[in-house]
């Protein structure tokens, strides 16, 4: 996959994982599209190691299923580290 259509990926899966959770996440649009473009990344990567695959091409559904699920794991990292850091 390309460099272009991984960000594209990202930054959707990105949109996508904000709107599975619940309740409200800190941060703006732009913080949420990061994340998800590192959660793609990083679901690219457990994807690898537990399955043997990864991020293979844009239109399969394994790609977008590991993308979101990425990006659903560092929305709830992220928001459990701003959530610790308001209260200290």
């Known amino acids: ?9 990202g930054l959707i899966a990105g949109a996508i994982a904000k709107a599975i959770l619940p309740g409200r996440q800190g941060g703006g649009i732009f913080i949420t599209l990061l ?7 990083l679901g690219g990567w457990i994807g690898g190691l537990i399955f043997g695959t990864g991020l293979q091409e ?3 559904l394994q790609t977008w ?6 990006a659903i794991i560092v929305l709830l ?9 308001v209260r200290s």
Not at 1 to 9: D, E, S
Not at 35 to 41: D, E, N, P, S
């Open 77 to 85: 990292v992220y928001g459990m580290i701003t959530k610790r850091s």
């Open 1 to 9: 996959m390309g460099f272009f259509a991984f960000l594209i990926l």
């Open 65 to 70: 299923l590991l993308a979101i699920g990425g």
């Open 35 to 41: 994340l998800g473009v590192v959660g793609a990344f």
């Open 58 to 60: 844009f239109f399969s």
